[in-house]
């Protein structure tokens, strides 16, 4: 009764088609960086991403940044020109994957659904389209599942269900901790997809690339120094005697 309560509400409605569509653009630009072996350029994606959300939790949400946060970003923006120098051409997959899913947290920083209905209400934004996309496929013979062997039709099923887990935990530690938080949280998936690049797929990782990361990951080490930092500095709540 709630979630038909949620989708008849026009603005919710409309929430839900942007950050589906979004999530949608982050999935297809992620999973072909993948297939064309360029993992570690969509690990740059997110690791870009912690340092957009700081930057949207404070042009959009009004959250203080700090001196060494700033400096972060800076950092971490003098990393990306130095990788788009070197690649001679932006890296647009890493900026696609940062930019699209950025953009979903603060939406759904924003919303004031439900982790679980508001991903319900994207899906069924994106179902119609991705329905299309599955027919049109298979009508031009380019189909995958249900025209091969049924272990693929089930690992690719399988997939959805492992991606749609992580997306509850994020939207709902999107409404209830600071976006600057949320993106101090992010560099765990960034680090693993890096290393499975470079060490397990054996992509080539040399020159102005190998400056850029390094640039990267030291304004995400003073970023995480310093957040680290301030909560400690933080004066803890008084509990009060039983």
């Given at each position: 009764k709630r979630l038909m309560a949620e989708a008849h509400n026009p603005r919710i409605r409309r929430n839900a088609l942007l950050s589906g569509s979004l999530l949608a653009v982050n999935?297809?630009?992620y999973v072909w960086a993948v297939s064309a072996d360029q993992v570690v350029e969509s690990s740059l994606g997110y690791f870009i991403n912690p340092l957009l959300s700081v930057v949207l939790g404070v042009l959009v949400l009004?959250?203080?940044m700090r001196r060494?946060?700033?400096?972060?970003?800076g950092l971490a923006t003098v990393g990306v020109i130095i990788l788009t120098i070197d690649l001679g051409t932006l890296p647009w997959v890493a900026l696609a994957l940062a930019c699209t899913f950025g953009f979903y947290g603060l939406?759904?920083?924003?919303s004031k659904v439900g982790s679980l209905d508001g991903l319900s209400l994207e899906m069924a934004a994106m179902a119609p389209l991705a329905l299309m996309a599955v027919l049109l496929r298979g009508l031009l013979g380019e189909g995958v599942v249900g025209f091969h062997d049924p272990g693929r039709d089930a690992l690719l099923l399988g997939a959805g269900v492992i991606t749609?887990?992580?997306l509850l935990l994020f939207a709902s530690a999107a409404r209830t901790i600071a976006l600057s938080t949320l993106g101090l949280l992010q560099y765990i998936a960034p680090t693993i997809q890096f290393l499975l690049g470079?060490?397990?797929?054996g992509e080539d990782w040399s020159g102005g690339q190998v400056?850029?990361?390094i640039v990267i990951w030291a304004a995400l080490a003073v970023f995480a120094t310093e957040g680290l930092a301030f909560s400690r500095r933080r004066p803890r709540p008084v509990t009060p005697p039983v």
């Open positions: 999935w297809l630009v009004g959250e203080h060494l946060q700033w400096i972060a970003v939406i759904r920083k924003q749609a887990a992580p470079v060490v397990v797929f400056l850029g990361f």
